[in-house]
């Protein structure tokens, strides 16, 4: 069964920061680019960043120097590392596994900054 299951999200202050994680089970998670994208109140879902199988990153211009995307194929885990959070980071985030035509998401992690 292909599940990618996401943790870390909290309640954070402006500046502060926080890391999550994505743990995929039931494909080669390894031979996947994973993405990690969020959601806001009445917002469209937007991409943040993603990493290639050979750890190639790209980031959204909002989160590029703030946000570090890693990925542990032994774990099957990608991560995202969040610094400098700013109110307007707050969302749902998901994590994507997408190889071809297969893509996989998970049920997201929900990030709330605010003093």
């Known amino acids: 069964q292909v599940q990618l299951v996401e943790s870390g999200g909290d309640l954070v202050q402006p500046g502060g920061s926080l890391r999550l994680s994505c743990v995929a089970s039931?494909?080669?998670?390894?031979?996947?680019?994973t993405y990690w994208y969020r959601q806001a109140p009445g917002k469209q879902r937007e991409w943040v960043a993603l990493?290639?199988?050979?750890?190639?990153?790209a980031y959204a211009d909002s989160v590029k120097g703030r946000f570090t995307i890693s990925r542990d194929n032994a774990n099957n885990t990608v991560s995202l590392q969040m610094d400098s959070l700013k109110p307007e980071d707050t969302a749902v985030y998901f994590c994507?596994?997408?190889?071809?035509?297969?893509?996989?998401w998970g049920r997201g992690t929900q990030v709330t900054v605010s003093s």
């Open positions: 039931g494909f080669t998670f390894s031979t996947y680019i």
């Open positions: 994507n596994a997408r190889r071809s035509t297969d893509t996989f």
């Open positions: 990493i290639t199988s050979s750890g190639s990153t």
